[in-house]
């Protein structure tokens, strides 16, 4: 515990959003991540490290209970202090961006951004065509092949089919 609290400066920013909580406690060792949180070596290497700020809420609380995460209301993500810190689930941490402004939504979201950043046709990992079978499937299907005889052929549903005939997928191509 003693080991824990000397790695931290307790003198640190007071969040603007609520200063009602005061100054945060900064984490001064060694970073977990390239987003700043802090990683704390609990002493051997079986036990390994943990975030900083999980550490510091089960030093001042105790055990984390089953998959809760510990989350920052200051959204300063090397602060340790445990009143800025509370327990929620995955779905609370989204929550809790969003009503913060932190998560990319509506023309924000990086595929609206940056969309010749996206894995498109072939080149996305979970592809089952090739761009070429997709022009084929059309092909096919222009000559008036049936659906389930083109799904077929290329191991795919006659409604995937469907989707890429009429371009709601594979529009692209």
């Not at 065509?129 to 191991?155: M, P, T």
């Amino acid at each position: 515990m003693k080991r824990f609290w000397s790695k931290v400066d307790k003198n640190g920013p007071v969040p603007a959003h609520c200063p009602e909580l005061g100054p945060c406690w900064v984490w001064t060792a060694a970073r977990y991540d390239r987003f700043g949180y802090g990683s704390f070596s609990r002493g051997t290497r079986k036990d390994g490290s943990v975030v900083a700020h999980r550490a510091a809420w089960e030093l001042t609380n105790g055990a984390i209970p089953g998959q809760l995460l510990v989350l920052h209301k200051c959204d300063v993500p090397a602060c340790v202090n445990p009143s800025h810190l509370f327990l929620g689930t995955h779905p609370d941490n989204n929550r809790d961006a969003s009503a913060k402004g932190r998560s990319a939504t509506g023309a924000r979201n990086g595929a609206r951004l940056h969309p010749e950043r996206l894995a498109r046709g072939e080149h996305n990992g979970s592809a089952k065509l090739a761009d070429l079978d997709v022009l084929e499937i059309r092909r096919l299907a222009e000559h008036g092949n049936s659906q389930r005889s083109i799904g077929r052929k290329f191991g795919i549903s006659h409604i995937h089919v469907g989707r890429i005939v009429s371009r709601r997928v594979w529009r692209h191509l």
